[in-house]
């Protein structure tokens, strides 16, 4: 998992992914795939036993690469199979931020569980919130997306 992941890691070097910055539908996908790097190397280090929780790497391939990676796809092939401009909205933006930072705080936060912070639950803390913004970004590609499906393009 972990040379897969430096593998992936140089792949993504090769993509000039800060040239996509003002297109949200490229690097929500750059994104994602820096996840599932990312989350492999996590996973190959959590057998190790280096204090990385293996739930912990798998939700961010879960959330980070599977979950971003088919929000992304989901808005670009409802415009393009539509015949509409593959340009989101700023909302879909504000989706795929709130996926990222769903999948951030899932595989972050409870790692940091620490005496300190025991009368503060940070895990379940961090549970809750991150499928709180994975279910608003869901939400928002539903009532912006719904119309574009269900209706011919203008």
Request: charged share 5%; net charge positive; proline share 3%.
């Amino acid at each position: 998992m972990i040379l897969s992941s430096i593998l992936h890691l140089a792949r993504l070097t090769q993509w000039r992914s800060i040239k996509t910055l003002n297109v949200p539908l490229l690097w929500s996908l750059h994104i994602a795939y820096l996840f599932m790097a990312i989350g492999l190397f996590m996973l190959g280090l959590s057998y190790y036993n280096v204090g990385l929780g293996f739930s912990n790497a798998l939700h961010l391939i879960t959330i980070g690469a599977i979950g971003l990676m088919i929000l992304s796809m989901m808005s670009r092939v409802s415009l393009g199979h539509t015949g509409r401009p593959l340009k989101v909205k700023g909302v879909i933006t504000l989706a795929f931020a709130l996926m990222t930072f769903s999948a951030l705080i899932r595989a972050i936060l409870p790692g940091i569980q620490t005496a300190i912070t025991q009368q503060f639950n940070v895990t379940l803390t961090a549970w809750n919130t991150s499928g709180l913004l994975w279910l608003a970004a869901s939400l928002i590609f539903t009532f912006i997306y719904w119309p574009v499906l269900t209706s011919p393009n203008k």
